[in-house]
T-cell receptor, first 110, second 116 residues
Framework: SQQGEEDPQALSIQEGENATMNCSYK?????LQWYRQNSGRGLVHLIL???NEREKHSGRLRVTLDTSKKSSSLLITASRAADTASYFC??????????WGAGTKLIIKP | SAVISQKPSRDICQRGTSLTIQCQVD?????MFWYRQQPGQSLTLIAT?????????ESGFVIDKFPISRPNLTFSTLTVSNMSPEDSSIYLC?????????????FGPGTRLTVL
């Protein structure tokens, strides 16, 4: 089932700028994950943040988690054309099933 | 991690026919999941397939329409039966890995289905 929300639904920025995507959820979580899906390809797992973590970095990616607000954000710094993709957050519920957000379509303009 | 393959990678089918999608994992897993991603939408869980038991279907999905087999711990199939254009989607299988304090899911490359 889909119980997460993401905003914005679509984001178009210039290459080199930073892109921020937000995700909210409704239940308690074990962890929250961000995925990327390039057109015509499968999902790629980007980063996982545990419920007891507040911030996590991976290369140009920075993820924050605020469990009091039930929200997370994904920041991509110094964006590149190759970052053009759809980004999804997903949290794992107590039944170990992933609950997905609607996704943000990111377009990086050269 | 887990290496997951799916067959076919894509297919174009006629209305009223059925298509069986295969999912192969490189290691034994207890739980496998089948998802659907319709154009422009997020992933939707179809069913959970555990080896040796009937698949558990989510609301809105029924076994007659999406029969699933799980003959062993590395393989599963999803059949899309009596297809209509509304079934045009990407279908993905995934497996879950449970770790200490953290769990994640790994996805296959997906099967892109177009129903004419």
């Amino acid at each position: 089932s889909q119980q997460g929300e993401e905003d914005p639904q679509a984001l178009s920025i210039q290459e080199g700028e930073n892109a921020t995507m937000n995700c909210s959820y409704k239940t308690s979580i074990n962890n929250l994950q961000w995925y990327r899906q390039n057109s015509g390809r499968g999902l790629v797992h980007l980063i996982l943040i545990r419920s007891n973590e507040r911030e996590k970095h991976s290369g140009r990616l920075r993820v924050t988690l605020d469990t009091s607000k039930k929200s997370s954000s994904l920041l991509i710094t110094a964006s590149r054309a190759a970052d053009t993709a759809s980004y999804f957050c997903a949290h794992m519920d107590s039944n170990y099933q992933l609950i997905w957000g609607a996704g943000t379509k990111l377009i990086i303009k050269p | 991690s887990a290496v997951i393959s799916q067959k076919p990678s894509r297919d174009i089918c006629q209305r009223g026919t059925s298509l069986t999608i295969q999912c192969q994992v490189d290691s034994q897993v207890t739980m496998m999941f089948w998802y659907r991603q319709q154009p422009g939408q997020s992933l939707t869980l179809i069913a959970t397939a555990n080896q040796g038991s009937e698949a558990t279907y989510e609301s809105g999905f029924v076994i007659d329409k999406f029969p699933i087999s799980r003959p062993n711990l590395t393989f599963s199939t999803l059949t899309v039966s009596n297809m209509s254009p509304e079934d045009s989607s990407i279908y993905l299988c995934s497996v879950e890995r449970r770790g200490p304090g953290a769990d994640t899911q790994y996805f296959g490359p997906g099967t892109r289905l177009t129903v004419l």
